[in-house]
């Protein structure tokens, strides 16, 4: 359990070198050169010392360490895997952005482990970065709240600030910024697009339940439905990972079920996509001859095999994330705590309008 010293009003304030020592039983001396690797302690105090740290959470003060003349220069995102597209052309944006700031850009990855999420935002806030960006699709229950509270919390205490990346907001009394982008919106256009094109019955492949990013892609798939009077199928939404083995796996799986009952393949992101097309293909189905097929991203490969999709501004949403936070450190009455931005349809040669409604089974 975090141990934080209060104010005269009850509020928690920053831990102080002060606080260390006391906690410790030794001197500000003692403690300041210990933290600083340069004070050749007994071994019984070193511990006592960093011990006091860790159950007092204590991080050396930014804004001291800036009139020292080492002010925060970074900013931080951290991210599940520098291997997804998604992921890597996010942090492209705050990269980008960062320089143009005349800032580092420090990244981490945390494999999706909620331990070394936890680990890598007390290494970006030691760091003094003046944000940590997190980004991507979360299970968002209470468990991730009450983490998430705790990071910013923490953060605000250190100088820094927590901004959520594709992610829903925490609430106005959390000290969080957020930008997402609009997913459900995104998802009602590409459905309308296949309902416009005469398609009623379109196979939603990358079903999660309790993910913000599928639910957020599934409820503009059933609004859409809904706005054009199609009755809506539970058997049509397939559930898998967003990834592009999954996009394989679920078309085969379908196809070897029983004779084909859609016309159409809303894939929940570009790489589900390009497994789906592999699966269809060495069914003896071509895209868009046969069926139709669309994805979610716009990444570099969905123009590769002309695939039509949404456009997520993912550099975008790394370059708004570090635009909001230092905004938000200097000016904290005008900048912004949340911005939703658009998403809209690429068109592209993977839909055919459909003429007879009832498919040729295979």
Request: net charge neutral; with cysteine; charged share 25%.
């Amino acid at each position: 359990m975090v141990r934080r010293a209060a104010s005269d009003n009850g509020e928690p304030r920053p831990t102080t070198i002060r606080d260390v020592a006391a906690h410790a039983g030794v001197s500000v001396a003692t403690v300041s050169r210990i933290l600083s690797g340069n004070y050749p302690s007994a071994p019984a105090t070193r511990t006592r010392v960093l011990r006091a740290v860790r159950e007092l959470d204590y991080v050396a003060n930014a804004h001291a360490r800036g009139l020292a003349g080492a002010s925060s220069r970074s900013v931080a995102i951290i991210v599940n895997s520098v291997v997804s597209p998604h992921y890597a052309h996010v942090a492209q944006g705050v990269q980008t952005q960062a320089a143009v700031e005349g800032k580092l850009c420090i990244v981490g990855t945390t494999g999706g482990d909620a331990e070394r999420e936890l680990a890598t935002v007390q290494l970006m806030r030691q760091e003094h970065a003046e944000c940590v960006i997190l980004v991507g699709n979360v299970v968002a229950d209470d468990a991730y709240r009450e983490r998430m509270v705790e990071y910013a919390r923490a953060l605000a205490l250190a100088g820094s600030r927590l901004v959520l990346c594709g992610r829903p907001t925490l609430g106005p009394d959390v000290p969080a910024l957020v930008v997402e982008y609009d997913n459900t919106g995104g998802a009602h256009a590409i459905t309308s697009h296949l309902l416009s094109a005469g398609h009623r019955r379109i196979l939603f492949l990358g079903r999660r339940d309790g993910y913000s990013t599928q639910e957020s892609r599934i409820a503009g798939y059933r609004k859409a439905l809904a706005d054009h009077h199609v009755p809506h199928d539970p058997g049509l939404e397939v559930e898998g990972t967003m990834e592009r083995g999954e996009g394989y796996r679920m078309i085969r799986e379908r196809l070897a079920a029983g004779p084909r009952d859609f016309t159409a393949v809303f894939a929940g992101n570009d790489l589900i996509a390009a497994g789906a097309r592999q699966a269809l293909r060495e069914h003896g189905l071509r895209v868009p001859d046969d069926i139709s097929l669309v994805g979610f991203d716009d990444l570099p490969p969905a123009a590769d095999i002309d695939l039509t999709t949404v456009h997520v501004p993912h550099e975008e949403l790394g370059r708004t994330a570090v635009r909001m936070a230092l905004q938000r450190a200097r000016d904290k009455s005008g900048a912004p705590e949340h911005v939703m931005l658009g998403t809209h349809i690429v068109i592209r040669d993977s839909v055919r309008p459909l003429i007879h409604a009832d498919p040729p089974a295979r």
